[in-house]
């Protein structure tokens, strides 16, 4: 067991291209976004583990003694297992969750507890520690807030364990894990995922480990050599959605119309593909033209989308109001309301962004520049993070 305290950190994702499509077997782009998720796992001798989650305001404290005395046999020692059902619900009943363990702040801590005593298994006594994570992204909103968390609780526990190797050098402030690390962090990351979610694509969790930009089609899951770092602005209409909802709205147009509406998912197919295409020329050697082709292509799929019957009012004042700054938008993810996406282009001047932005938060939403295509989990020197997240929390 390590005996230094570890802060890593996961992005959220957002879907480019492919949402709803994929579904149907097409292929879907999912990229990091540079919201994100940290974590501060701290070392104890006190015969306690604590976890802290001030985002949502749980606090939880275990005897370490308490939970070395469970029986965990059910969980297969040291071996990234599925999670079945039974197994699941024999974890509550073992560890008598006071909360509702079906809301998100139950299943939070049922997936570290998960993590937890399924990655310590190993150790010859469970470990005393205190983990603490915050987030700068919004939850349920379908930018993999849940997985961020699954991808950082497995890259602290594997680390503390010793399982996989800390790789911050002395003097570096931030770094990256070992490919084959990476695996291993993502494995345990989708199980966790699984606990949360029942039955997740292992999409999020995969973008948040590896960073940069996926292609997922049909389970598939390949990182995209180089993608170009995008800024875009991510825009929550604040509109409550429902993707299971929206995907069964998209299959029952699909069988009433499958002469108008298969056509439209081959083409939103071949927008994904036209994107991989160009994020690959810009890695190589970026001109203002690609900045053009994505607007064009974030424009038609945009009116696909609507045309499959996940737009909304506020997805279509979203678009109207960056259009009238010069910007293209286009739902991403479930649509139905809940967030869009901006690409800005290189060349805007800060004050236009600024407008756009402004002019984005008095129709009610909230609305955040960031970039896609950033860095997948990582570890940090701990003094050398101070996010607005971590100031607003009293500097954790
Ligand atoms: O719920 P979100 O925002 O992560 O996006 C769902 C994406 C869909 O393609 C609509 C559904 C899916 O399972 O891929």
Same mark, same amino acid.
């Given at each position: ?10 992005? =959220?994702? *957002?879907?480019?291209? =492919? ?8 292929v879907?782009?999912? /990229?990091?976004l540079?919201?994100?998720t ?7 001798s ?10 949502t ?6 005897? /370490? ?12 020692? $040291?071996?990234?297992?599925? #999670?079945?059902?039974?197994? !699941?619900?024999?974890?509550?009943? *073992? ?20 993590l ?5 298994r ?11 994570v ?11 807030s ?7 609780l ?5 680390t ?5 190797p ?9 770094s ?8 291993l ?6 199980q966790?995922e ?5 039955? @997740?694509?292992? /999409?999020?969790?995969? *973008?948040?480990?590896w ?7 049909? $389970?598939?899951?390949? #990182?995209?050599?180089?993608? @170009? ?9 604040? !509109? #409550?959605?429902?993707?299971?909802a929206?995907?069964? !709205? ?26 991989e ?10 001109? #203002?033209?690609?900045?053009? *082709? ?15 019957? /996940? ?21 991403? $993810? ?5 967030? $869009? ?36 989990v ?15 929390l009293?500097?954790?």
């Amino acid at each position: 067991m390590l005996s230094e305290a570890l802060l890593v950190s996961a992005p =959220g994702k *957002v879907i480019l291209h =492919g949402e709803h499509a994929v579904v149907h077997g097409k292929v879907a782009l999912a /990229v990091a976004l540079n919201l994100r998720t940290f974590l501060r796992l701290q070392p104890h001798s006190n015969g306690k583990v604590g976890l802290n989650l001030p985002n949502t305001g749980i606090k939880r404290v275990w005897d /370490v003694a308490r939970l070395q005395l469970l029986d965990t046999s059910f969980l297969e020692p $040291g071996d990234v297992t599925t #999670p079945t059902p039974e197994q !699941v619900e024999k974890l509550k009943e *073992v560890v008598d969750l006071p909360e509702d363990s079906a809301n998100h702040k139950g299943l939070a801590v049922l997936a570290f507890l998960y993590l937890y005593l399924s990655i310590c298994r190993k150790q010859r006594a469970l470990p005393s520690l205190d983990i603490t994570v915050w987030s700068e992204l919004p939850t349920g909103a379908g930018l993999g807030s849940s997985a961020a968390y699954s991808v950082c609780l497995a890259a602290a526990l594997l680390t503390a364990c010793e399982e996989i190797p800390n790789p911050l050098r002395g003097g570096e402030s931030t770094s990256r894990w070992a490919t084959e690390d990476l695996e291993l962090i993502n494995k345990w990351a989708f199980q966790g995922e699984r606990v949360i979610h029942g039955n @997740p694509s292992g /999409v999020d969790n995969a *973008v948040s480990t590896w960073g940069g930009a996926l292609r997922y089609q049909q $389970g598939k899951i390949s #990182p995209l050599k180089r993608p @170009p770092a995008l800024q875009i602005l991510l825009t929550n209409t604040r !509109v #409550p959605r429902s993707t299971k909802a929206l995907v069964a !709205v998209v299959r029952s147009r699909l069988l009433k119309f499958p002469e108008i509406v298969a056509p439209l998912l081959t083409s939103i197919d071949a927008i994904s593909l036209e994107c991989e295409r160009v994020l690959g020329e810009m890695a190589a050697a970026p001109a #203002p033209e690609h900045y053009l *082709v994505l607007e064009e292509l974030i424009d038609m799929n945009q009116h696909h989308l609507s045309a499959l019957g /996940v737009g909304h009012a506020s997805l279509d004042q979203l678009c109207r109001v960056t259009m009238a700054h010069g910007l293209h938008s286009k739902l991403t $993810g479930a649509g139905g309301g809940g967030c $869009g996406i901006t690409l800005l282009r290189p060349d805007l001047e800060l004050p236009d962004v600024e407008a756009t932005k402004q002019a984005l938060t008095s129709c009610g939403f909230d609305c955040w520049e960031t970039s896609i295509g950033a860095s997948g989990v990582s570890v940090h020197l701990d003094t050398s993070l101070d996010t607005p997240v971590q100031q607003a929390l009293g500097g954790l």
